[in-house]
């Protein structure tokens, strides 16, 4: 029986891949503890580690692993970013979960950008308090107006396709364009110029890292709202807050957020948190901020936990790993997985 260690633990973690692990033989070994240099002592004994996005492969932690005969990395998530894939060159074989839900991270986005629009979040707090004054609610038509998606993976083009059935326009930046009926691709400052609300979809590489600066929002319309269920260094907080003070962005929705691994998923309601752009960013009665959750559904916490222990399966019986993410490709890290064997 192959014996799995499992970092960054919850309960929903756990009533899916307990499933799938008896289904497989597989005996999990579940932590609370986030990977770490300090933590990644607990994987000691075991075959095999989970991580999540918050967790970190670096270099120590890939050095780590190998010294315990530990040569694969599964990531329950689609996104990398946060393995030193030079460290792992060769050794370490990392796999992920390319596709859990679209749809779910899709209609996330949609929600926040409603929820912004029609200022639900304010209207509920006053009605709980029995104020029922409409004075300050008032939100715009989505019909008609420009939304820019910048990045048209499988989530951007759920997202668009919901977009569109709203009746909107809908721009699109993506260095790898899939052509569609609706769809105008431009380019990014395009994008931004003429676009009445921007939802970020790209995976966060040398290129996207703070796509969104203080040179993009200058050149945005005044009021734009900005969506960003991806990652967090997609966009420079500091130049978000500036934009948000001066009135140039009118709304944000942050799913996700820079220095996000000190806090989301734990409960920090007892104290005083100890990041100054964070708490800004929460007071702000045009901002809304959720602890990385647009990915959870039903669905997908199955569709991940399936596919990631199958592509565990595939490693301990020797068989290609589809899911590999590919240290032979481009610069741009996506993959394109021209090969059908493993990556080394």
Do not use: W
């Not at 120590?60 to 315990?68: D, G, I, K, N, S």
């Not at 926040?112 to 304010?122: D, E, T």
């Not at 100890?274 to 007071?283: G, N």
């Amino acid at each position: 029986m192959k014996k799995i260690c499992f970092f960054d633990t919850k309960p929903y973690d756990k009533l899916y891949f307990d499933e799938f692990a008896q289904k497989y033989g597989f005996e999990m070994v579940y932590c609370e503890s986030k990977l770490s240099e300090k933590s990644v002592v607990l994987a000691k004994g075991c075959d095999a580690v989970v991580a999540f996005v918050n967790d970190s492969v670096n270099a120590a932690v890939v050095r780590a692993l190998l010294e315990m005969n530990i040569h694969i990395v599964a990531m329950r998530c689609a996104g990398y970013n946060n393995v030193d894939f030079k460290e792992a060159y060769g050794k370490l074989h990392i796999v992920r979960v390319p596709a859990y839900s679209p749809y779910a991270v899709a209609e996330f986005t949609i929600a926040m950008f409603l929820m912004l629009n029609r200022k639900l979040h304010r209207a509920c707090n006053r009605v709980r308090e029995y104020n029922f004054s409409l004075a300050g609610l008032v939100g715009t038509d989505f019909y008609g107006k420009t939304v820019g998606v910048v990045g048209t993976g499988k989530i951007g083009q759920v997202f668009m396709d919901i977009c569109l059935g709203f009746g909107m326009k809908v721009l699109a930046y993506d260095p790898y364009p899939k052509e569609r009926e609706g769809v105008r691709y431009v380019s990014f400052e395009e994008l931004c110029k003429n676009s009445d609300m921007i939802s970020l979809h790209c995976p966060l590489t040398k290129e996207s890292y703070h796509i969104v600066d203080e040179g993009a929002i200058r050149n945005m319309k005044k009021g734009v709202a900005i969506v960003n269920t991806s990652r967090g260094a997609l966009i420079d907080s500091a130049a978000l807050i500036e934009g948000l003070k001066d009135g140039k962005v009118g709304a944000a929705g942050l799913d996700v957020y820079e220095e996000e691994g000190d806090f989301f998923y734990e409960d920090y309601s007892g104290e005083i948190l100890q990041d100054d752009e964070l708490v800004r960013l929460i007071a702000m009665p045009n901002v809304l901020v959720t602890s990385h959750q647009a990915f959870l559904t039903e669905e997908a916490l199955r569709n991940i936990a399936e596919t990631t222990t199958e592509n565990l399966r595939q490693y301990f019986a020797g068989e290609p790993l589809p899911n590999e993410v590919c240290y032979r490709c481009s610069k741009n890290n996506i993959c394109k997985k021209e090969h059908k064997d493993r990556c080394f």
